[in-house]
């Protein structure tokens, strides 16, 4: 008998969740090809918080993906694939108000539910363990085993650990289906045709059009902040800190700006180099700039948490456009109706928390194995495809 031949796979789009499915993949056999339009992380996963976090998820699917998402990162990085790129801390929420420290406790008792070691503070001891909050703040809940991973760091690094060339500068224009209609034959590229097995399409916002899921598929734009270094400062918060805020302006029930469909949620974030980043803003927009209304309201909000950030400069801003989905969760599945191409897409922020995870899902699916986490939720097939036919 002649030795069976290697599966092939063809993954589009070098994001964090196409990084790691090439990483998975090869890592089980699969000879993989992984298509870029531009440059890996050059998207969203390049202009992320970087947040590995359970903290602002509600209770269901996305908690469950989310909890999966950091003990995998905890998994890699004692491997040593992701070795110096995680660093565990836990997420401080707080609030300001009567009522925010209402729907906090509430959510504080939901990630207890689902395991999540949580530690209210309040008095004495909220001043204790954020030193630098504002005497306005009424109470914190901790978040522990949370951790923080920068976007492109993870992309490379995941990159190098699967020995997978990026094919950049290699848009892809149209799936080119089977005869029959039931699977995909190959990719349409300015370099011809090309071909595999299997087809994994995580390509953010790119994936619309090959999916025919415009108005599904959406952009999302925030907007970013990063000062100057302030080490002592830094070294006082033990975590990101986040304003209750902020689980609001992720629920639909949020109110937006109406003349700029804009929400904020306020987090402030100490980095390893002694700086801060102050996020961010949800916007339906596809424009990568900075406001000066926008930059504004950021500010103002964060000094009012913390008002020692006054002595800092404001030495950046930027913007990210993230790929979000009409419901609110990923498509995460095999397309329907088509038998050898697997979606993974529509992440909006909660990309580098379950990007590692996508990309395992990823090759569970290929495999044939059972995936770890129940997809059901984030079925592709809750959405109608427009097929292109080659």
Known sequence: ??????????????????????????????????????????????????????????????????????????ELEREGVLAGLFTPRPTLMVAETEAESAVLDGHAGALANAGVTVE????????????????????????????????????????????????????????????????VDGVVTDQGTLHADIFILAAGAGSAALLGLDGVLRPRKGQLLVTDRAPA??????GSLMSCGYLLSKATTGTPDRSTERRYGLVIDPLRTGQFLIGGTREDRADSGNDLPAVQRLLT??????????????IRAFAGVRTATADGLP?????AGLQNLIVATGFEGDGICLGPLAGRLVQQMATGATPEIDLAPFDPGRFALRRQDA
Do not use: W
Request: net charge positive.
């Open 120 to 183: 209210r503070h309040v008095g004495a001891a909220l001043r204790a363990r954020i030193p630098a909050i504002a005497p306005g703040v009424r109470m914190a809940v901790e978040v522990h085993g949370e951790g923080h991973a920068i976007g492109y760091q993870i992309v490379n690094r995941l990159i190098e650990a699967g020995g997978v060339a990026v094919e950049r500068a290699c848009p892809v224009h149209r799936l080119a289906l089977a005869f029959g209609g039931t699977a």
């Open 331 to 335: 498509l995460i599945g095999r397309a």
């Open 233 to 238: 400062l830094n070294v006082s918060l033990h």
């Open 1 to 74: 008998m002649g030795r069976r031949q290697q599966k092939s796979a063809i993954v589009v789009g070098a994001g964090i969740v196409g990084a790691a499915a090439s990483y998975f993949l090869a890592r089980s056999g699969f000879s993989v090809r992984l298509l870029e339009t531009v440059a890996p992380a050059s998207g969203a996963s390049g202009a992320a918080d970087g947040a590995v976090s359970v903290a602002s998820k509600r209770p269901g699917a996305m908690m469950d993906a989310a909890l999966a998402g950091v003990a995998l990162y905890r």
């Open 301 to 314: 909000d964060a000094l009012r948490l913390m008002p020692a950030l006054a002595q800092l400069r404001l």
